[in-house]
């Protein structure tokens, strides 16, 4: 993604555009799924998933002007750069945003969230949210056992789940830069 400091919600591709394979963002520990939003209550797919995973909890999150009570304050906290010590786990059922999170080398990899695009960052990713120029998602917020939602804006290093992170994937080596995650 390119460093403008355009409005947050626009692609912000570089020129000209690059793109991340899912093999790059899988190096990075960001998994991702194209599932059937419109059946996501009998997916067996989605099913799987969280079978799989051990994803217990679910619940939805609304992000809009209109349906998310302090939406400038919460849209401007969930666009700070941080990490939690769990998986960030969503499920897109309806419109589209953007994850932000950053390659072995600082830059930031734009991925765009849309309908049917399942995405797992994993614990201790820098990273950041924000709609696109929609103004609208939904989406499934996962979870193993109860919910935990915790931000830690950058730095913060010293965590556990940050250590272990670097150790896993930074240290790895290699790069990249943007994926259409519902491709």
Known sequence: ????????????????????????????????????????????????????????????????????????????SFYEEHLHTDEEIRYCVAGSGYFDVRDRDEAWIRIWVKKGAMIVLPAGIYHRFTLDSDNYIKAMRLFVGDPIWTPYNRPHDHLPARKEYVETFVQKGGAGQAVDAAA
């Open 1 to 76: 993604m390119d460093d403008s400091d355009e409005d947050q919600r626009l692609p912000h591709h570089r020129n000209p555009k690059e793109f991340v394979s899912f093999e790059k963002l899988d190096e990075l520990g960001v998994l991702s799924w194209r599932l059937d939003a419109d059946n996501y209550e009998t997916d067996p797919g989605l099913k799987k998933i969280r079978e799989a995973r051990g994803y217990s909890y679910m619940d939805f999150c609304e992000v809009c002007p209109e349906k998310l009570p302090n939406y400038e304050e919460k849209i401007k």
